[in-house]
């Protein structure tokens, strides 16, 4: 398997497979944030996510987000909002935020896993430290699909609407 490749890939966090990264000795989840956890730039967090990040540290995990952003202010937010520590303006995929995102996690790359939608900071970087990697599909592509097929929802009906618009003017 590449530096490129994620040992596991799932639509969101809330479908990380908790279990099997214990059977894996995982305990230690270092998480992206833009797109991962929050739309771009974002600063809510879903009540979905929120929940799982509850049922996360009832199940043992600690869990550090690891942001590339600089607004520190917000990803402290993000992070305050969960409860669990940050580091942002971290540089992946570069290994110095990884090694002091360890260090607060008082965790070894072995049972760490690195959970983030970008394949060149996350997968490249969680894979060059030897930890375990999780891709999810971005949160924003995945609105951005949902929006699409809405559109194209509204189209069919609109459409269908005319039709017996007009095929009640003829009647
Ligand atoms: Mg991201």
Redesign the pocket.
């Known amino acids: 398997m590449g530096l490129l490749d994620a040992d596991l890939r799932i639509k969101s966090i809330i479908d990380v497979p908790l279990e099997k990264l214990s059977e894996l000795g995982i305990d230690s989840l270092i998480i ?5 956890v929050t739309e ?1 730039k974002g600063r809510n967090v879903e009540a979905r996510a929120k929940e799982w990040f509850l049922s996360i540290k009832e199940k043992g995990f600690k869990a550090c987000l690891v ?2 952003n600089n607004s520190g202010e917000r990803i402290a937010s993000i992070a305050r909002q969960l409860g669990i520590p940050s580091i942002h303006r971290a540089g992946k995929p570069r290994r110095n935020a990884f090694i002091r995102a360890l260090k607060i996690l008082k965790s070894k790359p072995e049972n760490t896993a690195v959970i ?3 394949v060149f ?2 997968v490249f970087g969680g894979n060059r430290m030897g930890m375990f990697t999780v891709l999810v599909d ?1 949160i924003s592509s995945r609105e951005f699909i949902g929006t699409k097929l809405m559109r194209l929802l509204e189209k069919l009906v609109l459409r269908d609407k005319k039709r017996s618009r007009s095929s009640n003017e003829r009647n």
């Open positions: 992206d944030v833009d797109n991962t771009w942001s590339n983030g939608d970008q900071t996350d971005p």
